[in-house]
C-alpha cells in the first residue's frame, strides 16, 4: 500500500524529483562549501530570479509555456551578471566580501519582485507561477522533473568523477592548482554553469529563498561526521537525497485533513520542510557526532572525570594494602575516612572496579585489590611520584607545592611520557617527600 | 501549439484592456460632476453596485477585472480613491483580507455586499469563511436590500426609484439563476461532480449541482473538490492532490476544469494520478471564471459561460 | 666544463599593484643548482617576485625565463610551495593525500594513482619524516608538520625549480633541521630552490646565493659576496622608499583619491 503510494504519479514526481535534486544540490554544494563562499551560493540563488521572471514572460510570449529553456538562459544571464558583480566590486572597486555578496542579493531579488509586479496585473498566471517559484512547489512537479534532475545528476556525477583532483586541488590551494594549470577557466566556467542550473531546477521545488539550504546544510553536516573528503561527498549526497525524500515523505503522510472538504487540520508544505528537516540532521551531527559533537564531547568528559575518581579510590587502596600495612584487604569504613566522598558514589565505583575485576568485595565488605588492581594502582603512584620529582628538580618548584599538579597529571602522563621522565630522572628510586617510587612494569 | 497562441493572445488583449480602460475609467471618476462617488472592491460588486445605481452616482472598481482579489495589494493611486469616494462597498467574508485592503476599507466604513447572508446560507472550510458568493446568484441577489439603503441614504428623495430598480435587478438574478439550475439539474444525478483548480466553487456547486436535499443535510459538499484552498495562494500538498484523484475515482469524474489565471499544472498532476488507476479524466477545453473576469465578460456572462461549459462536459 | 644553464633568468620585471610599483626593473639571472635566498624587508616585493615569475601575477613588463625556457613549457618541471597562510588546514585531508596531489599533474586527468605514485609519496613521506603521522588530518598538524607535508608535496612532484614563501617562519627547530637537510640534499641533485625568507642572520647559513631586493634589485650573487653592510644597508634602509612615497601621492591626487599627510 505504501509502496503503491509512492509511485503513484501525483506522489512519484514531487518524491523523485526532491530526493534527485537534494543529491545534485549536495554534491554541486561541496563545491561552494569548501571555496568558503557559502553565502555565494545564497547570492547566486537571489540573483537567477529576475532572469527567471525575464525568462518566463519571454517563453509565454513565445507560447512556450512549460519551456525551461528561457528560463535557464534567462537566470543564467543573471546569475553571471551578479557573479560578475560580486567579483568586481570585491576586486576592482575594494568593497568588502560580505558587503558585496549583500548588495547583489538584495539588488538582484528586488529587481525581480520589481519585475513580477509590474507583471502581477498583465499576465496573473505567470505572475502566479513565478510568485511560486519564491517559495517553491514540489508537490505539482511531474515525471519530467525527475528526467531532468536524472540527467543533470549523471552530467554532475561525470564533471565530479572525471575532474576530481582538479576540483579538489583547486578548493584546498589555488595557487598550486593555477601554477601547475590543473585547475583551468574552461573547468571552473563548466562547474560555475553547473552550479546555475543546479539551483534552477532545485528552485523549482525549494524556492529561491529555501534554495540555499540545500546547496549547503548536506555539505555542512557531513563535514561535522567525517574527515576524508570521499566519504564526505558520499554523506552529503545521502543527506541530500534523503532530506529531500523525507521532506516530501512526511510533507504528505502527515498532512491531514479533517473534514471531507479538505479542511486542514495539519499543513505541511514541502520546501520548508526539506529545509527543517536538514536542519534537524544538523543538528543531530552537531549534538551526536563522534569526533566533536557536543553531546560526544559531554560523554568524553564525564568518562574522563569518572576515570579520575576510580584512579584516586585506587590509588588510597593501593598504599593502603601494598604500601604500608600488610593487610590485604581495606574495610569500607577506612575507605570512607581516606576518600571522603558520598557512599553511593564510592558505591557505584567499587560496583564498576569490581566488575572490571580490579577489586574484590569480601563478605564482611572489605575490599581487596586483585593482581590487575595492585598493577594499575603502582602505576599510578608511579606516574604521580615521578612527575613530583620533576616538578622538583627541572621547573625547580619547591616540594610543598608540586603536589596538587601531580594529583591532576598522574591521570593524563602516558607511557611515552613515563619512558622520557625515566631516562630524564636516571631510573629514580625517591621522589621528593623520600618515599619510593614503584619500579617500572612491562604490561600486565 | 496552437492553442497556446490563442491563450496567449486572450491574456494579452485582456491585459492591455483592462490596463487601459482602468486608467480612462479613473480619471472621468474623479471629475466634479456633483454626483456621488462610490467605490467598489470587486468587479462583481461594481456591477451590482452600477446596475441600482443610475445616472447619479460614478462607480468605479479598486481590483482590475482581470486581477485576483485574494492577493491585491494597494498600488499608487488606491488612496486617492478611496479618499474620493463617498460610500465604499466591498465584497466581504474576508475576501479583501490583505493588510492594507482591510485597514482602508474599515477606515471609510466599507459596506459588505454579503452582511445580510444568514449564518446556515455561509460556508465555512472549519475556521476560515469561503467568500466566493458572486457564485451563487441567489445569495448574491440578497445585497440588493443593503445597497439599495446606502444609495437611499446619499439620495433620499430616489429612494423609491432605487428601490424599484433593486427589484429588478434581484428578480433577473433570481431568474437567471432558476436558469442556470434547470440547466445544471438536468445532467445526470451521478455525472454532477465538479473538480477545479481552486476551492472556488462550494456556493456555486452547493446552488446549482446539489438536489435540495443535500443542502440541508450538508451532503452537497461532495459534489465539488479541488486541490488548492479557498485562496489561490496557498500551497499544495501531495496529499491534497492525492485526495482528489481518490475523489474522481470514486465518483468517475470524466472532465476536470482549468480555470482562468490559474496554474494549470495542479490539474495536469490529476490526469496522471487517475490515468495511473485506470481511469481516464480529461481537462475541459474552456476554461472556468471564478475569481476574475475577462475583457468584455460581465458577471452575468460568467455564470453562463461557466454553466454551459459545465453542462457541455459532464453531459 | 659543462655550461650550467640559468634556473631563471629574469629581464625587466616590473609589477605595479594599483598604481604603485611592487617590482621595478628586476633583472636576475642565477644558475641552476644553488640554494638561493630572496631577502628584503617587509613588502618589500618578495611574495610578488615569485608570483609574478610563476605567472600568478602579471607584470608590466619584462620576460621571464626558467631553465632556458618560458613558464608555459615548464609547468611540470617546477614546484611551488606558497605560504602556510594561503592554505585552508581545515579542509579534509589526509597528510597522505596531501603529499599525492604533488603528483597530480604527472597524472592527468584519467590516469589512476598506481605504483609509482605510491612508490613516490611514501619515499617523500619518508624523506621529511612524516611516516608516522601520514593519516593525520592536516588540521591537526603543528606548524613545522605542515610545512613539512607542504615540502613533501614537491618533493613528491620531483620537479627541477622549487619556489618555496617563508617556509622556516613560525615553525619548530626540528622541522626547521629536517627541512634543511632535504633542501640541501635537493641542491646535491642540481635541483635549483627559491626560497623567500624573512631572517638575515640564518640566511647566511643557509643558502650559497642569495638575491636582495626592495622593490628594486639591490644585489644578487653568492652569498659572501652579497652579504656586505653596504649592500644591506641598501637593502634595508630608508633611502628608497621615498620614490615610492611620492609616487603613491601623486597617484593619489590624479584619482581623486583622499591623501595623508604624512612627515618625511
Same mark, same amino acid.
Given at each position: 500500500m505504501f509502496i503503491a503510494e509512492i509511485f503513484d504519479p501525483v506522489l512519484r514526481g514531487p518524491l523523485f524529483a526532491c530526493t534527485l535534486m537534494g543529491i545534485l544540490s549536495a554534491i554541486i554544494g561541496l563545491l561552494v562549501v569548501f571555496q568558503a563562499q557559502s553565502l555565494k551560493g545564497e547570492v547566486l540563488s537571489h540573483a537567477c530570479y529576475p532572469g527567471m521572471v525575464v525568462g518566463s514572460i519571454v517563453a509565454s510570449l513565445l507560447g512556450q509555456d512549460h519551456s525551461m529553456f528561457f528560463v535557464c538562459i534567462g537566470a543564467l544571464a543573471t546569475a553571471y551578471i551578479g557573479a560578475l558583480g560580486i567579483d568586481v566590486l570585491v576586486h576592482r572597486w575594494r568593497v568588502s566580501s560580505d558587503s558585496a555578496l549583500s548588495f547583489v542579493l538584495s539588488f538582484s531579488f528586488s529587481l525581480g519582485l520589481l519585475l513580477i509586479s509590474a507583471i502581477q496585473r498583465s499576465y496573473p498566471t505567470l505572475w502566479r507561477r513565478l510568485q511560486a517559484l519564491l517559495v517553491g512547489q514540489a508537490a505539482t512537479m511531474g515525471d519530467r522533473y525527475v528526467v531532468i534532475s536524472f540527467v543533470l545528476l549523471c552530467i554532475v556525477l561525470l564533471v565530479a568523477v572525471v575532474f576530481r583532483r582538479q576540483i579538489i586541488a583547486d578548493l584546498f590551494d589555488k595557487n598550486f592548482s593555477q601554477v601547475q594549470r590543473l585547475s583551468t577557466p574552461f573547468l571552473k566556467g563548466v562547474c560555475m554553469v553547473l552550479l546555475v542550473i543546479t539551483i534552477i531546477v532545485s528552485i523549482r521545488s525549494m524556492g529561491v529563498v529555501l534554495m540555499s539550504s540545500m546547496l549547503l546544510f548536506p555539505a555542512v553536516t557531513a563535514r561535522l561526521l567525517t574527515d576524508n573528503f570521499k566519504t564526505l561527498s558520499g554523506i552529503a549526497a545521502t543527506i541530500g537525497g534523503g532530506g529531500g525524500a523525507i521532506g516530501v515523505l512526511f510533507s504528505h503522510f502527515v498532512t491531514f485533513s479533517s473534514g471531507e472538504m479538505g479542511g486542514r487540520a495539519l499543513w505541511l508544505p514541502t520546501g520548508p520542510i526539506i529545509c527543517l528537516t536538514f536542519s534537524l540532521l544538523f543538528a543531530i551531527a552537531l549534538l551526536l557526532s563522534p569526533k566533536e559533537g557536543l553531546i560526544t564531547r559531554i560523554v568524553r568528559r564525564i568518562r574522563f572525570v569518572r576515570r579520575c575518581f576510580h584512579e584516586n579510590l585506587l590509588k588510597i587502596l593501593w598504599k593502603e594494602c601494598a604500601e604500608f600495612g600488610k593487610v590485604t584487604a581495606v574495610s569500607q569504613d577506612r575507605v570512607m575516612e581516606l576518600f571522603p566522598v558520598p557512599s553511593f558514589r564510592l558505591r557505584r565505583a567499587i560496583r564498576f572496579l569490581t566488575r572490571r575485576e580490579i577489586l574484590v568485595v569480601h563478605h564482611d565488605g572489605r575490599l581487596e585489590l586483585t593482581a590487575l588492581g595492585l598493577f594499575k594502582g603502582r602505576r599510578l603512584v608511579r606516574l604521580h611520584r615521578l612527575w613530583e620529582l620533576y616538578l622538583v628538580e627541572y621547573c625547580h618548584m619547591p616540594k610543598e607545592r608540586v603536589h596538587p599538579s601531580a594529583e591532576e597529571m598522574e591521570h593524563i602522563l602516558t607511557p611515552h611520557i613515563e619512558r622520557t621522565l625515566t631516562e630524564l630522572l636516571h631510573n629514580p628510586r625517591m621522589d621528593p617527600h623520600d618515599k619510593p617510587i614503584p619500579m617500572a612494569e612491562e604490561d600486565f | 501549439m496552437r492553442r497556446g497562441w490563442i491563450y496567449f493572445v486572450i491574456l494579452f488583449l485582456c491585459s492591455v484592456g483592462c490596463q487601459e480602460a482602468g486608467r480612462k475609467q479613473f480619471n472621468s471618476w474623479l471629475d466634479e460632476n456633483g454626483n456621488?462617488?462610490?467605490?467598489?472592491?470587486?468587479?462583481?460588486?461594481?456591477?451590482?453596485?452600477?446596475?441600482?445605481?443610475?445616472?447619479?452616482?460614478?462607480? #468605479?472598481?479598486?481590483?482590475?477585472?482581470?486581477?485576483?482579489?485574494?492577493?491585491?495589494?494597494?498600488?499608487?493611486?488606491?488612496?486617492?480613491?478611496?479618499?474620493?469616494?463617498?460610500?465604499?462597498?466591498?465584497?466581504?467574508?474576508?475576501?479583501?483580507?490583505?493588510?492594507?485592503?482591510?485597514?482602508?476599507?474599515?477606515?471609510?466604513?466599507?459596506?459588505?455586499?454579503?452582511?445580510?447572508?444568514?449564518?446556515?446560507?455561509?460556508?465555512?472550510?472549519?475556521?476560515?469563511?469561503?467568500?466566493?458568493?458572486?457564485?451563487?446568484?441567489?445569495?448574491?441577489?440578497?445585497?440588493?436590500?443593503?445597497?439599495?439603503?446606502?444609495?437611499?441614504?446619499?439620495?433620499?428623495?430616489?429612494?423609491?426609484?432605487?428601490?424599484?430598480?433593486?427589484?429588478?435587478?434581484?428578480?433577473?438574478?433570481?431568474?437567471?439563476?432558476?436558469?442556470?439550475?434547470?440547466?445544471?439539474?438536468?445532467?445526470?444525478?451521478?455525472?454532477?461532480?465538479?473538480?477545479?483548480?481552486?476551492?472556488?466553487?462550494?456556493?456555486?456547486?452547493?446552488?446549482?449541482?446539489?438536489?435540495?436535499?443535500?443542502?440541508?443535510?450538508?451532503?452537497?459538499?461532495?459534489?465539488?473538490?479541488?486541490?488548492?484552498?479557498?485562496?489561490?495562494?496557498?500551497?499544495?500538498?501531495?496529499?491534497?492532490?492525492?485526495?482528489?484523484?481518490?475523489?474522481?475515482?470514486?465518483?468517475?469524474?470524466?472532465?476536470?476544469?482549468?480555470?482562468?489565471?490559474?496554474?494549470?499544472?495542479?490539474?495536469?498532476?490529476?490526469?496522471?494520478?487517475?490515468?495511473?488507476?485506470?481511469?481516464?479524466?480529461?481537462?475541459?477545453?474552456?476554461?472556468?471564471?471564478?475569481?476574475?473576469?475577462?475583457?468584455?465578460?460581465?458577471?452575468?456572462?460568467?455564470?453562463?459561460?461557466?454553466?454551459?461549459? #459545465?453542462?457541455?462536459?459532464?453531459? | 666544463m659543462t655550461k650550467k644553464r640559468s634556473a631563471l633568468d629574469v629581464r625587466g620585471l616590473t609589477v605595479h599593484y594599483g598604481s604603485s610599483p611592487v617590482l621595478w626593473d628586476l633583472s636576475v639571472a642565477v644558475p641552476e643548482g644553488h640554494l638561493v635566498g630572496l631577502i628584503g624587508p617587509n613588502g618589500a616585493g618578495k611574495t610578488t617576485f615569485i608570483k609574478a615569475v610563476l605567472g600568478l601575477i602579471q607584470g608590466v613588463a619584462g620576460t621571464v625565463q626558467l631553465l632556458g625556457s618560458r613558464l608555459e613549457n615548464m609547468r611540470k618541471r617546477i614546484a611551488y610551495v606558497p605560504q602556510k597562510e594561503t592554505v585552508d588546514w581545515t579542509f579534509p585531508m589526509r597528510v597522505r593525500d596531501l603529499v599525492e596531489m604533488g603528483c597530480y599533474p604527472n597524472l592527468g586527468l584519467f590516469r589512476l594513482a598506481g605504483k609509482k605514485t605510491k612508490r613516490a609519496v611514501d619515499r617523500a613521506l619518508d624523506l621529511l619524516d612524516l611516516s608516522s603521522i601520514e593519516n593525520e588530518q592536516i588540521g591537526h598538524l603543528s606548524g613545522g608538520q605542515q610545512q613539512r607535508a607542504f615540502l613533501a608535496r614537491a618533493v613528491a612532484q620531483d620537479a627541477d625549480l622549487y619556489f618555496l614563501d617563508e617556509p622556516f617562519a613560525g615553525i619548530d627547530q626540528v622541522s626547521e633541521q629536517i627541512l634543511l637537510e632535504v633542501l640541501r640534499e635537493m641542491r646535491e641533485k642540481n635541483k635549483s630552490i627559491f626560497i623567500v625568507h624573512h631572517d638575515l642572520i640564518s640566511a647566511r647559513e643557509y643558502f650559497d646565493w642569495a638575491i636582495l631586493l626592495n622593490t628594486r634589485l639591490i644585489a644578487f650573487g653568492q652569498i659572501d659576496q652579497v652579504f656586505t653592510s653596504d649592500v644591506l644597508r641598501q637593502t634595508y634602509g630608508h633611502k628608497l622608499s621615498l620614490i615610492e612615497d611620492l609616487l603613491k601621492i601623486s597617484s593619489d591626487y590624479s584619482k581623486g583619491r583622499h591623501v595623508h599627510s604624512r612627515d618625511f
Open positions: - | 456621488v462617488k462610490i467605490l467598489c472592491t470587486t468587479v462583481f460588486v461594481g456591477e451590482l453596485v452600477q446596475a441600482i445605481a443610475g445616472e447619479d452616482f460614478d462607480v #468605479i472598481v479598486l481590483i482590475p477585472p482581470c486581477s485576483d482579489p485574494h492577493s491585491y495589494q494597494l498600488v499608487k493611486g488606491d488612496d486617492e480613491k478611496f479618499r474620493r469616494a463617498d460610500c465604499v462597498f466591498s465584497s466581504g467574508l474576508g475576501l479583501e483580507h490583505r493588510g492594507a485592503l482591510a485597514r482602508y476599507l474599515s477606515l471609510h466604513n466599507a459596506v459588505s455586499i454579503t452582511t445580510q447572508l444568514e449564518k446556515e446560507e455561509i460556508i465555512t472550510d472549519g475556521t476560515t469563511v469561503d467568500p466566493h458568493v458572486w457564485l451563487d446568484l441567489s445569495l448574491w441577489a440578497k445585497g440588493v436590500d443593503c445597497v439599495v439603503d446606502v444609495l437611499a441614504q446619499k439620495r433620499e428623495r430616489d429612494r423609491a426609484v432605487y428601490k424599484e430598480r433593486g427589484e429588478r435587478v434581484r428578480r433577473s438574478l433570481l431568474r437567471l439563476h432558476k436558469k442556470i439550475r434547470s440547466l445544471l439539474q438536468a445532467i445526470p444525478d451521478d455525472r454532477r461532480f465538479l473538480v477545479t483548480t481552486h476551492n472556488a466553487f462550494q456556493y456555486f456547486s452547493r446552488a446549482y449541482l446539489a438536489r435540495d436535499e443535500e443542502w440541508l443535510s450538508g451532503e452537497w459538499k461532495k459534489r465539488c473538490r479541488a486541490p488548492e484552498g479557498l485562496s489561490p495562494e496557498s500551497q499544495i500538498n501531495t496529499r491534497d492532490l492525492y485526495a482528489v484523484v481518490e475523489y474522481i475515482l470514486e465518483h468517475g469524474v470524466s472532465t476536470i476544469f482549468a480555470e482562468h489565471g490559474m496554474n494549470r499544472d495542479s490539474i495536469e498532476r490529476l490526469v496522471d494520478g487517475a490515468r495511473s488507476k485506470g481511469h481516464e479524466v480529461s481537462i475541459a477545453k474552456e476554461m472556468l471564471y471564478s475569481d476574475s473576469l475577462g475583457t468584455g465578460v460581465t458577471h452575468i456572462d460568467m455564470l453562463e459561460h461557466n454553466a454551459r461549459i #459545465i453542462a457541455e462536459a459532464l453531459a | -
